[in-house]
T-cell receptor
Framework: DAKTTQPPSMDCAEGRAANLPCNHSTISGNEYVYWYRQIHSQGPQYIIHGLKNNETNEMASLIITEDRKSSTLILPHATLRDTAVYYCIVRVASGTASKLTFGTGTRLQVTL | DSGVTQTPKHLITATGQRVTLRCSPRSGDLSVYWYQQSLDQGLQFLIQYYNGEERAKGNILERFSAQQFPDLHSELNLSSLELGDSALYFC??????????????FGPGTRLTVT
């Protein structure tokens, strides 16, 4: 699985968009970008994933650059409950799934 | 609520002892994963089972073992416990289906404290 680089921490004001960057310059053509988050010591929570097209769901949007070497997770209207560690993970998809390799992630602090 | 359940929530035991952590995956999910999260190592993959068979191994110690039963629940057995085994242990499951990409849904974890 390709290695990812994320800033260790970010702050965001409540109600504003949170833009979390991730670099994955060694990504291969068959590797997907996944985002998970972990709130305090809870189990990680799946947010979104994509291959090369931008993706949006009820939680967030994922913007992947054309060369696929970086991506941005966007939380459109951050709330205090979005305070968490966000992990960007790149992995190959397989018919029977595969492990997730977590890095150190970005600690997002949402403030009033 | 992810639909993945883990028991017990907390476990305190002494060095040298053996414990069993239990995980029930989401209904219909065939894959179960175990992860360990310690302060100094972060979240690390231990082992994966798919439909009762071991599918992948990560940084799992020989003192640790796991199995997945016919009803698809899984157990992680930790023996000869050491202080360094104190950690959060998470179980995750992933959906069955024909899609090539699978999200993993994590349980609430078991916090193991070895004294």
């Amino acid at each position: 699985d390709a290695k990812t680089t994320q800033p260790p921490s970010m702050d965001c004001a409540e109600g504003r968009a949170a833009n979390l960057p991730c670099n994955h310059s060694t990504i291969s053509g068959n590797e997907y970008v996944y985002w998970y988050r972990q709130i305090h010591s809870q189990g990680p929570q799946y947010i979104i994933h994509g291959l090369k097209n931008n993706e949006t769901n009820e939680m967030a949007s994922l913007i992947i650059t054309e060369d696929r070497k970086s991506s941005t997770l966007i939380l459109p209207h951050a709330t205090l409950r979005d305070t968490a560690v966000y992990y960007c993970i790149v992995r190959v998809a397989s018919g029977t799934a595969s492990k997730l390799t977590f890095g150190t992630g970005t600690r997002l602090q949402v403030t009033l | 609520d992810s639909g993945v359940t883990q028991t017990p929530k907390h476990l305190i035991t002494a060095t040298g002892q053996r414990v069993t952590l239990r995980c029930s995956p989401r209904s219909g999910d065939l894959s179960v994963y175990w992860y360990q999260q310690s302060l100094d190592q972060g979240l690390q993959f231990l082992i994966q089972y798919y439909n009762g068979e071991e599918r992948a191994k990560g940084n799992i110690l020989e003192r640790f073992s796991a199995q997945q039963f016919p009803d698809l629940h899984s157990e992680l057995n930790l023996s000869s416990l050491e202080l360094g085994d104190s950690a959060l242990y998470f179980c995750a499951s992933s959906p069955r289906g024909d899609r090539l990409t699978y999200e993993q849904y994590f349980g609430p974890g078991t916090r193991l404290t070895v004294t």
